[in-house]
């Protein structure tokens, strides 16, 4: 059993975890990742696993509108990146 400590938990003790992270995507004319930039090395996407998009909070200021790619890529590692397309940026997400 955790002894109780008698403090107040604030909003302080609490964080976000797997926060997307930037990642260079190459992608073609449809927008669809054919590589991916992981330090100096560029990886081809060998096949798109899953694909599957999200458009939530459309209300707010900062909306969620994402398309997201389970890849594999030709070193046989598997990802999943998105493409934010309210910034069309490219994120890895990591679980």
Request: proline share 5%.
């Amino acid at each position: 059993m955790v002894e109780n400590s008698g403090e107040t938990a604030g909003a302080g003790s609490i964080r976000p975890l797997n926060l997307p992270a930037p990642v260079d995507v190459e992608q073609d004319e449809h927008q669809r990742p054919v590589a991916v930039v992981l330090g100096r090395r560029r990886l081809e996407v060998t096949s798109v696993e899953d694909l599957w998009e999200i458009d939530e909070e459309w209300w707010r200021t900062c909306p969620v509108a994402r398309v997201y790619y389970t890849v594999a890529l030709e070193d046989g590692r598997h990802m999943t990146i998105f493409r934010d397309l309210v910034d069309g940026g490219w994120y890895q997400q990591e679980y």
